[in-house]
T-cell receptor, first 115, second 114 residues
Framework: GDSVTQMEGPVTLSEEAFLTINCTYT??????LFWYVQYPGEGLQLLLK?????DKGSNKGFEATYRKETTSFHLEKGSVQVSDSAVYFC??????????????FGSGTRLLVRP | EAGVVQSPRYKIIEKKQPVAFWCNPI?????LYWYLQNLGQGPELLIR????????DSQLPKDRFSAERLKGVDSTLKIQPAELGDSAVYLC????????????FGPGTRLTVL
């Protein structure tokens, strides 16, 4: 079945450092790919998405490119801030036989940014 | 536009007690999802509603869990009786329709079973 694998955390960085969180996926079809962020005590918020190969999703300085050849969707940011401290979830959404979409999540990567 | 609303935000109960969680989706969203998020894990789907019909409940432990969405708007998820292993965050999400692949999440209810 479909699955998502993310790098384990926590990832600890100093403010203004470069961020990469790796994500790879396995899917039988042509999924859409997502990054969600969960701040402490809050629900999941969609950070960015890409719906087809070579698409680049971007938001709030974060970027991720849908790489079909490597089945990856790595999250990057050039300069992190303390306020970026959160848990980041990579997810895929693939169309089922009944035309519905099911989100499959990775296990999450905790990011801690120190001043 | 208001987001997905969930209540309560936190709940502490003793094992064997019943508990219920409530969710109000974004106005106009026909599809509603309940997810279970264990500590350190990603969310896992429990049940999906299309309007008032539960169309995917294959992951719902039906011996103790039940859910309803009587008027096709808000929904309630119930556990009776609760077990220690049910301690987790219960997330509600909604989308326009089942054919729309973006879901919007509520803040979740954190359940602690003692």
């Amino acid at each position: 079945g479909d699955s998502v694998t993310q790098m384990e955390g926590p990832v600890t960085l100093s403010e203004e450092a470069f961020l990469t969180i790796n994500c790879t996926y396995t899917a039988t079809g042509y999924p859409s790919l997502f990054w969600y962020v969960q701040y402490p005590g809050e629900g999941l918020q969609l950070l960015l998405k890409a719906t087809k190969a070579d698409d680049k999703g971007s938001n709030k300085g974060f970027e991720a490119t849908y790489r079909k050849e490597t089945t990856s969707f790595h999250l990057e940011k050039g300069s992190v801030q303390v306020s970026d401290s959160a848990v980041y979830f990579c997810a895929l959404s693939d169309k089922s036989a009944d035309s519905s979409y099911k989100l499959i999540f990775g296990s999450g990567t905790r990011l801690l940014v120190r001043p | 536009e208001a987001g997905v609303v969930q209540s309560p935000r936190y709940k502490i109960i003793e094992k064997k007690q019943p508990v219920a969680f409530w969710c109000n989706p974004i106005s106009g969203h026909n599809t509603l999802y309940w997810y279970l998020q264990n500590l350190g894990q990603g969310p896992e789907l429990l049940i999906r509603y299309e309007n008032e019909e539960a169309v995917d409940d294959s992951q719902l432990p039906k011996d103790r869990f039940s859910a309803e969405r009587l008027k096709g708007v808000d929904s309630t998820l119930k556990i009776q009786p609760a077990e220690l292993g049910d301690s987790a965050v219960y997330l509600c999400a909604s989308s326009w329709t089942y054919e729309y692949n973006e879901q919007f999440f509520g803040p979740g209810t954190r359940l602690t079973v003692l």
